[in-house]
Structures are given as structure tokens and as C-alpha cells.
């Protein structure tokens, strides 16, 4: 099968990535990761095609679809495939659903997990006012979470996996492996539906083996 398209990427344990080429596989297309360097690989002829510098970014097969920004290249692959609504929302309702939750990974979780990502990886100080600040965001969006999954398989309120438990789930995925420790994960139908996600064969393929921080 030829590639459907190419991301680039700073490497493959980019949630970003993970989180793209996780839909990817759900609609069935295959996507190249070539190694690529920020440092290296952003040549003129690069940014020719990506002005902004940033990864991820996507260039389709014949070379005519570009782009970046995560929630727009994971909908270009939502809805290039045979499973296109299930993934995206078969009615206005559950479409919206789906973009309420997958809105939510992306600006009330990943902004605060982020900030441990850049403490982890020495790009900013370990202030101890901005840890208990943002922890604090954490556990409130995880506190809506395990509400709302009260009665629910998934996280959208659908009968099947969509884009909105990919969403979460990417960025739970890092704060799981590397911020929160046990009694901080202390949510049990998150956790639930976290493994019921993460389970699932495309995602896994995707994301690699769930490891959680002691
Ligand atoms: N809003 C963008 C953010 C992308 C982003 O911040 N990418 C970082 C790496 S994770 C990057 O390319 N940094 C290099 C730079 O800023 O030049 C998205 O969601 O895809």
C-alpha cells in the first residue's frame, strides 16, 4: 500500500503524532514518519512548503494537501477514510460531542500537562507554585472526566471510538507515563476508559506500551 501521506515530526514519541497516525490506522491509511531534525532537516525547500517551521506537519501522497496543526491534520485523516463518521460523528449532535472533548484535550489538558513535559525535559525551572497551579488544572479537567464517564464507553457519549477518546487519551498518555504518580491517578472510570482506549489494536500500534509512573 502507498503511504497515504508523510508527517513530520521531532521524533516518534511525539503524543501529537501518536496521536494523528492513531486515526490514521482506525480509517486504514498509512502515513511515513521519516526521521526528520529540527535542528538538520528544516531546509528552504522545507519551508517552502511549511513557513511557520513547526511540527507536526503533513504533505499529502501527490504532494497538493499541506498542513500543520495537530487537530487539523487528525481531522484530515479522520475524514479521508472508510470510518470517517464513526470517528467524526454520525449527527450534529454527536459530531459536537466529539469536537466538545477533543476542544477539551487541547486546551484545558495539554496546556497544563505541557508544562510538566518542558520541567521533565529542562526547559523550564521546577517551580513549585507553577507544579501545585497546574496539577491543579490537571486534576480538575480529570474530576469533569470521570463524571462525565459515569454510564459511558466512550468518552464522546457514541457507540464506538472517535476522535475525542484518541484526543484525550494522547495526552493522558503523558501525564499517566510521567506526571501523575498512583494517588494522583486516583479516577477510576478515566482509568478504565483510558485502557479501553489505549487497547484498542490501531491505537495501540500508535502509541506504544502503556507504561504508568509509579
Ligand atoms: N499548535 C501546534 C503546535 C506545534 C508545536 O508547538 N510544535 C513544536 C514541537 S512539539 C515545534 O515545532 N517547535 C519548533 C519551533 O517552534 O520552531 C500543533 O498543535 O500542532
Known amino acids: 500500500m502507498a503511504p497515504f501521506g508523510t508527517i513530520y515530526t521531532w521524533g516518534p514519541g ?3 503524532v501518536a496521536r494523528a497516525t492513531a486515526i490514521a490506522n482506525l480509517n486504514g491509511l498509512e502515513i511515513s514518519v521519516p526521521e526528520f531534525s529540527l535542528q538538520t532537516d528544516r531546509t528552504p525547500e522545507w519551508y517552502a512548503k511549511f513557513p511557520l517551521g513547526k511540527v507536526p506537519a503533513f504533505e499529502s501522497a501527490s504532494g497538493d494537501v499541506l498542513l ?3 487537530l487539523a491534520i487528525t481531522h484530515y485523516l479522520a475524514l479521508s ?8 460523528g454520525r449527527t450534529p449532535a454527536e459530531s459536537a460531542q466529539i469536537q466538545q472533548w477533543t476542544a477539551h484535550a487541547e486546551v484545558e489538558f495539554w496546556p497544563p500537562i505541557q508544562i510538566f513535559n518542558q520541567i521533565l525535559r529542562g526547559f523550564r525551572p521546577a517551580d513549585d507554585a ?5 496539577k ?3 486534576a480538575r479537567a480529570l474530576e469533569y472526566a470521570e463524571k462525565i464517564l459515569e454510564g459511558r464507553k466512550w468518552i464522546a ?3 464506538e471510538i472517535t476522535v475525542a477518546d484518541v484526543s484525550l487519551a ?10 501523575l504518580g498512583k494517588e494522583e ?14 487497547d484498542v489494536e490501531e491505537v495501540k500500534r500508535a502509541f506504544g506500551e502503556r507504561v504508568y509512573k509509579e
Open 14 to 16: 511525539n503524543p501529537r
Open 68 to 70: 500543520t496543526e495537530t
Open 81 to 88: 477514510g472508510p470510518r470517517s463518521h464513526q470517528l467524526l
Open 130 to 134: 507553577v507544579i501545585a497551579e497546574n
Open 136 to 138: 491543579g488544572k490537571i
Open 157 to 159: 457519549g457514541t457507540e
Open 170 to 179: 494522547s495526552v493522558l498518555n503523558v501525564a499517566f507515563k510521567a506526571i
Open 185 to 198: 491517578r486516583k479516577y477510576p472510570k478515566v482509568l478504565e476508559w483510558f485502557e479501553r482506549v489505549t
